[in-house]
């Protein structure tokens, strides 16, 4: 088993994450990643890591946890939440670069299938969040990310349109806040 660790590693809460009571095989890998989110720093030109672009729909200090664990081909990403807005949906994406000062500075959604804007080329992560501020959501995926083709996770201000509203698919409104995660994924063939 390979064991990737950018943040304080909690195990139990990442082979939970995982959906399986097997034991972890030797080619499984598991991501784990926490951050708790700042503005950016005002004339530092400093990005953290996990930054709020809108410190009333993500306030300073509210944290994310994420989990990404691989089984052969396929992956289950998870997500945490505390400190945020109860009540509110946010909509959650794999985005392609890592967070920068610009909203905009972490590239489009990642997508398995390249120009397909779908749930099952993208990682949708919506959820809402409850009485206590607390968000979970969970997804599973068939395939693996390309190597440095995912480099951060972003809130956006609304939950994940599929088109059938005013909304095109995949569109989510404003990015609210981002957290840079050096995603696991294969090389290219």
């Not at 949708?124 to 990310?145: C, P, S």
Request: hydrophobic share 40%; aromatic share 6%; charged share 20%.
């Amino acid at each position: 088993m390979k064991i990737l660790a950018t943040g304080a590693v909690a195990m139990t809460a990442v082979l939970a994450t995982a959906g399986s009571s097997v034991a972890a095989g030797q080619d499984d890998i598991l991501l784990y990643d926490a951050g708790r989110f700042v503005p950016l720093g005002e004339g530092t030109g400093v990005v953290p890591k996990a930054v709020t672009y809108n410190e009333e729909l993500v306030p300073p200090g509210s944290q994310i946890h994420v989990a990404q664990g691989i089984r052969g081909n396929s992956m289950l990403i998870d997500i945490a939440t505390l400190g945020l807005d109860p009540g509110h949906t946010y909509g959650t994406h794999v985005h392609t670069e890592p967070c920068g000062a610009d909203p905009a500075d972490a590239g489009g959604h990642y997508q398995d299938q390249q120009g397909v804007v779908d749930e099952d080329s993208e990682v949708w992560l919506d959820f809402t969040v409850d009485e206590r501020g607390v968000g979970q959501a969970e997804v599973y995926k068939n395939w693996l990310f390309r190597a440095g083709e995912a480099g951060s996770l972003v809130l956006h201000e609304r939950g994940t349109s599929e088109g059938h509203d005013e909304h095109p698919p995949g569109d989510a409104g404003a990015r609210v806040a981002c957290f840079s995660i050096p995603f696991a994924g294969v090389p290219a063939a």
